[in-house]
């Protein structure tokens, strides 16, 4: 047998998960506060979530590449204390992107409170 397929199977779907919502999470996060750079973004989410939700530094800008690639997100570069950073903000795209998925996750979040009074 080639690995524990319980672990495989937690692994896979799990990334798949922590993805879509990490990737809503910013938006939202860009949509409520502004401008932000990727620490920030980190140290929000992790309040927020109470440490919870948090992704890995290496996820987290690998997602705000991804999110700015498809035109959700827009970064600039500034000085802050004699150091660069890099700012992201919300593009208009992201904005009526977020609007819909607001929608979807809405449907979602009831979905799972009705599951939630299933008996098992």
Do not use: C, F
């Amino acid at each position: 047998m080639l690995g524990d397929p319980k672990k495989k199977a937690l692994k896979k779907l799990g990334k798949e998960l922590h993805s879509g919502l990490y990737s809503y999470l910013i938006l939202s996060l860009l949509n409520r506060e502004g401008e932000l750079h990727g620490y920030a973004i980190r140290k929000r989410l992790a309040e927020l979530s109470e440490g919870r939700i948090v992704p890995s530094e290496g996820a987290l800008y690998d997602i705000l590449k991804s999110l700015k690639k498809i035109g959700l997100v827009q970064d600039e570069w500034a000085e802050v204390g004699g150091r660069p950073r890099k700012y992201y903000s919300l593009t208009k795209l992201g904005r009526e992107v977020l609007d819909e998925l607001k929608d979807e996750v809405d449907g979602i979040m009831s979905v799972l409170e009705n599951m939630g009074r299933w008996q098992v």
